[in-house]
């Protein structure tokens, strides 16, 4: 059996430049089909494994991308959550369809300097931080002095650090609006009534509300945690004279608690009380009924941070970008 010491001797058996042979072997890059699969076979025949470790340590890439979820607005709220695990899969996805692993954590913000950590750990070669949380003031300080970093969230005029994400008040005018053209007269918000993104859709709602003239936005604080959710939509529905017939969720999780809790006080969805969702999780399609949502196109959304975060990695500027949202019409509306 012919013994091959390096990449360029690899490269030189099959035919190849060393480049598209270590973009064959890592997966990262584009090369043909045909070759990759005839690239893999000489190189299980050969017993040949390109070291990734020499590679990274000669490139000074890691090959690794770190994903923060900061949940400095909630604490219950953990990573098994639809609405993360759906978003960080398809990251997942995307990182390894370019060649990259991906690091994930959970941060509870202690202090200002929760991201210091791994930006000087070297143990990744960028950032995706996923939702801005109550976290804004710290992302716009770090992203000044850290450039290879792309953010899931809103957009504010002016703002410096480079967000990917749905045009939250659009959304929440949408939801709002699909409600009144069914019919709805009275309608509330369920969810958290801060932040960048859901302050933005209790916003497009309101407004929504405004220039049909109907009548004023009811707003149901609840938490994330779905339990939780559950039970502050249970007991500030159950204080109503009368309950509202339509309701915009801000999040899809808390239009599922949104309709267990109706379903307690004796109401009919969507006979008695339309709900709408936002995400566009794939969980909605399979509730009963199946939850009307605003789609985030959220598989788009993973795709676009993973490039724009490339393209910053590889040292080019990047602007930030609005995904625009639509409305998907199931049975809950």
């Given at each position: 059996?012919?013994?091959?010491?390096?990449?360029?001797?690899?490269?030189?058996?099959?035919?190849v430049?060393?480049?598209?042979?270590?973009?064959?072997?890592?997966?990262?890059?584009?090369?043909?089909?045909?070759?990759?699969?005839?690239?893999?076979?000489?190189a299980?025949?050969?017993?040949?494994?390109?070291?990734?470790?020499?590679?990274?340590?000669?490139?000074?890439?890691?090959?690794?991308?770190?994903?923060?979820?900061?949940?400095?607005?909630?604490?219950?709220?953990?990573?098994?959550?639809?609405?993360?695990?759906?978003?960080?899969?398809?990251?997942?996805?995307?990182?390894?369809?370019?060649?990259?692993?991906?690091?994930?954590?959970?941060?509870?913000?202690?202090?200002?300097?929760?991201?210091?950590r791994?930006?000087?750990?070297?143990?990744?070669?960028?950032?995706?931080?996923?939702?801005?949380?109550?976290?804004?003031?710290?992302?716009?300080?770090?992203?000044?002095?850290?450039?290879?970093?792309?953010?899931?969230?809103?957009?504010?005029?002016?703002?410096?650090?480079?967000?990917?994400?749905?045009?939250?008040?659009?959304?929440?005018?949408?939801?709002?609006?699909?409600?009144?053209?069914?019919?709805?007269?009275?309608?509330?918000?369920?969810?958290?009534l801060e932040?960048?993104?859901?302050g933005?859709?209790?916003?497009?709602?309101?407004?929504?509300?405004?220039?049909?003239?109907?009548?004023?936005?009811?707003?149901?604080?609840?938490h994330?945690?779905?339990?939780?959710?559950?039970?502050?939509?249970?007991?500030?529905?159950?204080?109503?004279?009368?309950?509202?017939?339509?309701?915009?969720?801000?999040?899809?999780?808390?239009a599922?608690?949104?309709?267990?809790?109706?379903?307690?006080?004796?109401?009919?969805?969507?006979?008695?009380?339309?709900?709408?969702?936002?995400?566009?999780?794939?969980?909605?399609?399979?509730?009963?009924?199946?939850?009307?949502?605003?789609?985030?196109?959220?598989?788009?959304?993973?795709?676009?941070?993973?490039?724009?975060?490339?393209?910053?990695?590889?040292?080019?500027?990047?602007r930030?970008?609005?995904?625009?949202?639509?409305?998907?019409?199931r049975?809950?509306?």
């Amino acid at each position: 059996m012919v013994s091959v010491k390096n990449l360029k001797e690899f490269a030189e058996l099959a035919g190849v430049s060393t480049a598209t042979a270590s973009r064959a072997l890592t997966g990262s890059g584009r090369v043909s089909d045909e070759t990759r699969k005839r690239i893999a076979v000489l190189a299980e025949k050969l017993g040949y494994q390109p070291n990734i470790a020499a590679r990274n340590l000669r490139t000074q890439r890691t090959m690794t991308i770190g994903v923060l979820v900061p949940l400095g607005h909630e604490a219950l709220q953990h990573l098994s959550d639809p609405f993360f695990n759906t978003m960080t899969g398809f990251l997942a996805d995307a990182f390894a369809e370019n060649g990259y692993d991906m690091l994930l954590s959970r941060v509870l913000p202690r202090n200002d300097r929760w991201m210091d950590r791994f930006i000087g750990s070297g143990r990744v070669d960028g950032i995706v931080v996923v939702g801005q949380s109550d976290q804004f003031h710290v992302i716009e300080t770090i992203s000044r002095r850290y450039e290879p970093m792309v953010v899931w969230g809103g957009y504010s005029p002016g703002q410096h650090h480079c967000s990917i994400g749905s045009d939250n008040r659009l959304g929440g005018r949408l939801a709002a609006m699909h409600l009144i053209d069914r019919g709805c007269r009275r309608i509330a918000y369920a969810g958290p009534l801060e932040g960048s993104e859901f302050g933005e859709r209790l916003d497009g709602a309101r407004r929504a509300l405004l220039e049909a003239g109907a009548t004023p936005l009811v707003e149901l604080r609840t938490h994330f945690e779905p339990d939780a959710a559950y039970a502050d939509v249970r007991e500030q529905l159950g204080n109503m004279a009368q309950i509202p017939d339509g309701i915009v969720a801000g999040s899809d999780v808390t239009a599922i608690s949104v309709i267990r809790a109706l379903r307690d006080l004796g109401q009919r969805v969507p006979d008695d009380v339309r709900v709408i969702g936002y995400d566009g999780l794939p969980i909605g399609e399979h509730m009963s009924p199946p939850l009307s949502t605003i789609d985030q196109q959220l598989r788009h959304g993973a795709q676009l941070l993973t490039q724009t975060l490339l393209r910053r990695i590889a040292g080019e500027a990047t602007r930030s970008s609005q995904i625009e949202p639509h409305v998907i019409v199931r049975g809950s509306t």
